[in-house]
T-cell receptor, first 113, second 114 residues
Framework: EAQVTQNPRYLITVTGKKLTVTCSQN?????MSWYRQDPGLGLRQIYY???????DKGDVPEGYKVSRKEKRNFPLILESPSPNQTSLYFC????????????FGPGTRLTVL | SQKIEQNSEALNIQEGKTATLTCNYT??????LQWYRQDPGRGPVFLLL?????KEKRKERLKVTFDTTLKQSLFHITASQPADSATYLC?????????????FGKGTSLLVTP
């Protein structure tokens, strides 16, 4: 089944404890991206990747890192999480960028205490 | 700055009626505009994509229009059903220094009552 998977789905952590949210797609998509969604603010793009080893900042990249070493994986790294990073995170992928439909993962609900 | 505006108030309509949702944008020149559906706590699901040179696109009960002069897209659901109740998001491509990013509006919540 064609899908985007994220892990973990739920995470409660403490300030400053490094964490990684994994994202994987099995559709051989070139474009992958990360969004966070907050009440009243909507979906905001954190980082995106046009292809392997090509990444760029979205609207809200501060406090996040990404890497794209393999086509199928696009992990989101929070080196030192803070409470303002408490949010619902979505990974998405598409065949070739924003001119194609985006396939979203199920979301990761992160709480930073 | 670039801005995408969708009706912030929820839209309540009766089953069987046509729902019309609006997406307005400023300081964009998108080549593509997309509409997504999102249910609570779940990821958005793609519905329709329309190109700047297309005025209208249809898919089953859904219809999207794209007016680049007015900088507006309208999203219609005909013969609406309670199962259509969800939040609907529009998204526009934006060119950056290293490629295209996709920006979403905040969405409009639709409630269809029997």
């Amino acid at each position: 089944e064609a899908q985007v998977t994220q892990n973990p789905r739920y995470l409660i952590t403490v300030t400053g404890k490094k964490l990684t949210v994994t994202c994987s797609q099995n559709m051989n998509h070139e474009y992958m991206s990360w969004y966070r969604q907050d009440p009243g603010l909507g979906l905001r793009q954190i980082y995106y990747s046009m292809n392997v080893e090509v990444t760029d900042k979205g609207d809200v990249p501060e406090g996040y890192k990404v890497s794209r070493k393999e086509k199928r994986n696009f992990p989101l790294i929070l080196e030192s999480p803070s409470p303002n990073q408490t949010s619902l995170y979505f990974c998405a992928s598409s065949l070739a960028g924003v001119t194609h439909e985006q396939f979203f993962g199920p979301g990761t609900r992160l709480t930073v205490l | 700055s670039q801005k995408i505006e969708q009706n912030s108030e929820a839209l309540n309509i009766q089953e069987g009626k046509t729902a019309t949702l609006t997406c307005n944008y400023t300081n964009y020149s998108p080549a593509y505009l997309q509409w997504y559906r999102q249910d609570p706590g779940r990821g958005p699901v793609f519905l329709l994509l329309i190109r700047e040179n297309e005025k209208e696109k249809r898919k089953e009960r859904l219809k999207v229009t794209f007016d680049t002069t007015l900088k507006q897209s309208l999203f219609h659901i005909t013969a609406s059903q309670p199962a259509d109740s969800a939040t609907y998001l529009c998204a526009l491509d934006m060119y950056t220094n290293s490629g295209y990013a996709l920006n979403f509006g905040k969405g409009t919540s639709l409630l269809v009552t029997p």
